[in-house]
């Protein structure tokens, strides 16, 4: 019986959001330029609604209809579509604000549970859309541990850990939720090492964020970090990486030197960043990245205060 019922909800919902796409349609599409009305075309099915080839902005109502269908089905076609359309739509200021209001961000953050791992991702790519808006990102927080452990702990180089990665990059833009990361870095910093290089790029852009906010410098050089990182200033680093690795030097020296000096430093275990970035041999890579072929490194190398 209950199958049944979620069945008839299901057909219900799907009917509902078709109508609520036809009055849409209706009043955006139904007149040509000089007030003549055009011929209108069918109305879109739900299934035209669901998917990411849906080319208007959503409604509130439809917006409704939209998350009905994610709460009341299991088909996981028909919640890959939805998500697909609400973080489409989430991509829209106005949208942002709307699916917030109708309790949106719950319904969505549940399905980043989903077992189904192109689920996960796409509910991951729309509340990275969701979480451009600071007062949505209240209610995202709740969701970051189990973003970094997904990220931590799932495929790496995949379509998941990547959709994790630029949500834990977007809810770290400010200095609020930066906290809720501290005991991860250390595993951030072995994803950075071990990853390919867009997810290496990735990482660095969250690293980045972290590097800018002084009340993070000390979790970041404490952080047990392996030599390899080192690898990432060498001169045949693709630029798009190294360049960002020494904007994260640049970022922790200049944090660095402005809470205190050197010899006022707390102590940092063996095996630390700390303790690698004020080791000879990242010294003698800044040094030999001072001859570097490339203007842009040549330049940020001398921006970086000395060691």
């Known amino acids: 019986m209950g199958g049944a019922r979620d069945v008839g909800w299901v057909a219900a919902g799907l009917v509902l959001a078709a109508g609520a796409c036809y ?51 299991e088909d996981p076609v028909i ?13 829209f200021s106005a949208n942002q604000i709307v699916i917030r209001e109708l309790g949106g961000i719950p319904i969505v953050g549940s399905k980043i549970n989903s077992p189904n791992q192109s689920i996960k991702e796409k509910a991951l790519n729309a509340m990275n859309n ?20 997904d990220v931590i702990s799932g495929p790496l180089n995949s379509a998941v850990q990547l959709a994790g990665l630029r949500l834990l990059t977007n809810m770290t833009v400010t200095n609020d939720h930066q906290d809720m990361l501290s005991s991860y870095i250390t595993d951030l910093f072995h994803v950075l090492v071990t990853g390919n290089g867009s997810t ?17 410098t000390d979790r970041l050089l404490d952080a047990q970090v392996d030599s390899s990182f080192l690898l990432l200033l060498d001169g045949h680093v693709p630029k798009e990486i190294l360049l960002r690795v020494l904007t994260l030097l640049q970022n922790i020296t200049n944090c660095l030197n402005e809470e205190r000096s050197l010899a006022t430093q707390p102590t940092f275990p063996a095996g630390s960043l700390f303790s690698l970035l004020y080791g000879k041999e990242c010294a003698q890579k800044m040094k030999a990245l001072v001859h570097h072929h490339d203007a842009d490194v040549k330049e940020k190398v001398t921006m970086i ?3």
């Open 23 to 73: 009055c849409f349609y209706k009043l955006t599409r139904g007149r040509r330029r000089g007030g003549r009305r055009l011929r209108l075309r069918p109305s879109r099915s739900a299934e035209d609604l669901t998917s990411g080839s849906y080319d208007d902005t959503l409604n509130a109502e439809q917006v409704q209809k939209l998350l009905y269908l994610l709460e009341s089905t």
């Open 79 to 91: 919640i890959e579509r939805a998500l697909v359309t609400l973080g489409n739509n989430a991509a």
């Open 130 to 149: 969701l979480s451009v808006n600071v007062e949505n990102q209240i209610k995202i927080k709740v969701y970051i541990s189990q973003v970094c452990e």
């Open 200 to 216: 290496k790029v990735q990482v660095l852009k969250l690293l980045l964020n972290l590097s800018e906010n002084p009340a993070m």
């Open 305 to 307: 205060p000395k060691f």
